[in-house]
């Protein structure tokens, strides 16, 4: 069965400090990726998504994310967090096997640290 | 926006109760989901709905079914709720592949 990985559980990072959240999934073809992110309290939101064209995407609040089909891979980044960036982050995947629904990673715990 | 609507916050039933979830979504959506979410799994897709009075299992369709007899709302059934189903339950809508879901804010059902 297809499958999404998120294998960082749990990230502790001081404010300033660079991040970088992995994704991989295992599906040869076509698929469109997505990021979420869930606030403390609060539902999850798009974060950003790709569907084709270049392989780097920018979203909200200063994040990105790369496609790398060779790898299978749509690994999350920000440059410089904040500590309003704590919150948990799930990576899905839709893959064109008919089915509408997404598949979601098991998410990454982001804590930062003023 | 688009509001996706959980009609309990918090929610706490008896093994054995039958539990209704409902969703109800205000923007015309054509699909549909519930999702339950718990520590470590991430979300995990229970069932779906393309349109009215269709539905698809998801991957864990075990001990739920749905209801989908309005295009605005989508509901989650516990036949007989059992311990092992406490968890926080979220319903999703979209209009088409290209944008993404929106989410409720989510039910926490407890089953004690």
């Known amino acids: 069965a297809q499958s999404v990985s998120q294998h960082n559980h749990h990230v502790i990072l001081s404010e300033a400090a660079s991040l970088e959240l992995g994704c991989n999934y295992s599906y040869g073809g076509t698929v469109n990726l997505f990021w979420y992110v869930q606030y403390p309290g609060q539902h999850l939101q798009l974060l950003l998504k790709?569907?084709?064209?270049?392989?780097l995407v920018k979203g909200i609040k200063g994040f990105e994310a790369e496609f790398i089909k060779s790898k299978f891979s749509f690994n999350l980044r920000k440059p410089s967090v904040q500590w309003s960036d704590t919150a948990e982050y799930f990576c899905?995947?839709?893959?064109?096997?008919?089915?509408?629904?997404?598949?979601f990673g098991s998410g990454t715990r982001l804590q930062v640290q003023p | 926006d688009v509001k996706v609507t959980q009609s309990s916050r918090y929610l706490v039933k008896r093994t054995g109760e039958k539990v209704f979830l409902e969703c109800v979504q205000d923007m015309d959506h054509e699909n549909m989901f519930w999702y339950r979410q718990d520590p470590g799994l991430g979300l995990r897709l229970i069932y779906f709905?393309?349109?009215?009075?269709?539905?698809e299992k998801g991957d864990i369709p075990e001990g739920y079914s749905v209801s989908r007899e309005k295009k605005e709302r989508f509901s989650l059934i516990l036949e007989s709720a059992s311990t092992n189903q406490t968890s926080m339950y979220l319903c999703a809508s979209s209009h088409d592949r290209v944008h993404g879901y929106t989410f409720g804010s989510g039910t926490r059902l407890t089953v004690v």
């Open positions: 790709y569907f084709s064209g270049d392989p």
């Open positions: 709905s393309y349109d009215v009075k269709m539905k």
């Open positions: 899905a995947v839709r893959m064109d096997t008919g089915r509408r629904a997404l598949t």
